[in-house]
């Protein structure tokens, strides 16, 4: 499985933008693909997930209310709608496939990162 990020870019505080994740390759295997973003300085960490096949979702609290994650499945791409941002919303977003769900933490394969700058 193969997965492109992008989208990523600079954005004042309260703005908006929309990542999108194309998969190719063996995309059968993509029980739940997710966002996870890692900020200068720290950890990576989750941000969304949300099944492929029934599309329900999952969101870490800071960002409940004001990103969306969503697929089409005919395009094998997964996107995440981020409206509100803030500056602390800064970091390189990766997204990722589980193929090995339900086991929650088993991503298997990652995208190269998208960068989201958000200016105060």
């Known amino acids: 499985v193969q997965l492109q990020a992008s989208g990523g870019g600079l954005v004042q505080a309260g703005g908006s933008l929309r990542l999108s994740c194309a998969a190719s390759?063996?995309?059968?295997?993509?029980?739940?693909m997710g966002w996870f973003r890692q900020a200068p300085g720290k950890e990576r960490e989750f941000v969304a997930r949300i099944t492929w096949s029934g599309g329900s979702t999952y969101y870490e609290d800071s960002v409940k209310g004001r990103f969306t994650i969503s697929r089409d499945s005919a395009k094998n791409t997964m996107y995440l709608q981020m409206t509100s941002l803030k500056p602390e919303d800064t970091a390189v977003y990766y997204c990722a496939a589980n193929s090995r769900w339900p086991l929650v933490n088993a991503y298997d394969y990652w995208g190269q990162g998208t960068l989201v700058t958000v200016s105060s």
């Open positions: 390759g063996r995309t059968f295997n993509n029980k739940v």
